[in-house]
């Protein structure tokens, strides 16, 4: 068989091939967006979530995210990794922001292209050719957009109109829409009316902003009312990883440049919450770097809180008894997934470490009469022999929150600097009324778990082979160590 013969490309030939690369990537921008983890957890949120909100710092990327999902649903193009919603059929949406002028700059940009200049059309997160006519302008101010329409892959044509917040409530009434997009923070009457638009469809709304403006209406929607129906994801400055497109040093200058009472806000997305907050140690005070040697005698337990109405949280505890310092080594949290799914993570990570859970799991379920702590036992977690419980057998969350914080504050609790769920959650836990809000404490409510048990805690290698035999304890359960390493298993 003769051998093919390739013969180079000519400098015209590549010439061309570089000069159709450029325009792809100009014209069809969509198909370059990577999303953080950050914004693709989000993202991945609106499968199971009708309001969605990406409380988050300055310039990291929170409208570039919003304009992708917009993008996605007008022209049905979803990339392989998406794991959000899908719409099927053209959509109907609005694009919203303060002004007309900052929707347009903004918004409008993210989408189509810099305002005002007509062969850049398409250059935005809208492809050129998805684009069905020419856009409709609005009034009052120059290359301001008030209506696209775009092909959906479907065949049809979507239908994008952009709306501002100064012209009121009243112009956020009539039509049913199947998503909105909010940028920047609205009125709660506004955000109000904009929810009623997509009622009758069983559409999406989702909001990007800072939360300069502290506790507001809106954001103590978020912050603390429960409701199955909606979610909050912070992201910060340092959630943007290396060779983002923010260095290193571009965002220590940013954080710096930042009036000292506005960069909790700026740089980490955290509403301002005063006095509610519970835990007051700096995050960089606990924070450290993954632990890359761990001694074989500090000792390991799991906590889990299971998720019955809210996400499931696990988070695995190191604990140096010597110094009496309590390491978060490894967290996760878990929408909508089964015992199933969070035993085999779990597995991986360290399948032979103890695992404590609090009392509501080892109730008996109303419909298999099996406790929910059973269910993890059968897929091969190392459950305790009962929930948590402080040595004198109480169970009190505020002697849990108090040895935290305690912990915190003498250095003797560290995370991992990598576990930025964990942080998403420490920035929000706070009080209302002197209650604790129950909204996004998964994974503290799971050290908080382990923390009770730490006297069944084992010196047992991480991995995914169990390091010991999980059988019944034969003697010294009742000390604070354990002989044959076993005591206080099932």
Known sequence: ?????????????????????????????????????????????????????????????????????????????????????????????????????????????????????????????????????????????PDVFDTLHVKHVSGG???????????????????????????????????????????????????????????????????????SDRIVVSMTLDDIPDGGHLSREAKEKMFAGYLPHEREARAKGIPMLGSGRIFTATEESISEPLLEHIP??????????????????????VWDRDNDVVHLHHCFRMVDALPLVHCERIKKIAAGVPVAYPKDAADREKGTGEPLAAHYKKHGLWMLHEHSTWPDGGVSTEAGIFEMDERMRTGR????????????????????????????????????????????????PLGASPGVAHREPMMATGLDFDLFATGGAI
């Open 1 to 141: 068989m003769a051998a093919v013969v390739i013969e180079p490309l000519t400098t015209e030939e590549r010439r061309r091939a570089l000069e159709f690369v450029a325009l792809r990537k100009k014209f069809q921008s969509f198909r370059y967006f990577e999303p953080y983890p950050k914004q693709r957890e989000f993202l991945g949120l609106g499968a199971v979530r009708r309001e969605r909100l990406l409380m988050a710092g300055n310039r990291v990327g929170k409208s570039h995210c919003g304009a992708f999902e917009a993008a996605c649903h007008a022209t049905g193009m979803y990339p392989d990794w998406w794991g959000g919603r899908r719409f099927d059929a053209s959509t109907k949406g609005w694009v919203c922001g303060v002004t007309a002028q900052a929707v347009r700059d903004v918004c409008q940009a993210k989408l189509c292209g810099p305002p005002g200049v007509e062969r850049e059309l398409g250059t935005g997160m809208i492809p050129k050719d998805r684009f069905e006519d020419k856009p409709t302008l609005g009034r009052g101010i």
């Open 157 to 227: 044509v979507s239908t994008i109109v952009f709306k501002s917040y100064e012209q009121g409530r009243q112009k956020f009434q009539g039509e049913g829409l199947d998503w909105i997009w909010f940028d920047e923070e609205p009125d709660l009457d506004v955000y109000s009316e904009g929810l009623a638009r997509i009622g009758e469809r069983q559409g999406l709304a989702w909001m990007t902003f800072t939360p300069i403006n502290g506790p507001t209406a809106v954001v103590l929607r978020y912050t603390d009312e429960p409701s």
């Open 296 to 317: 074989g005698y500090w000792t390991k337990i799991w906590g889990i809180d299971p998720g019955i109405g809210h996400p499931f949280g696990a988070a695995l505890l």
């Open 413 to 460: 609790f560290k995370v991992a600097s990598h576990l930025s769920e964990f942080f998403e959650e420490y920035r929000f836990f706070h009080r209302k009324n002197g209650q604790i809000v129950k909204i996004k404490d998964d994974i503290i409510s799971a050290i908080r778990a382990a923390l009770m048990m730490k006297r069944y805690s084992r010196a047992v």
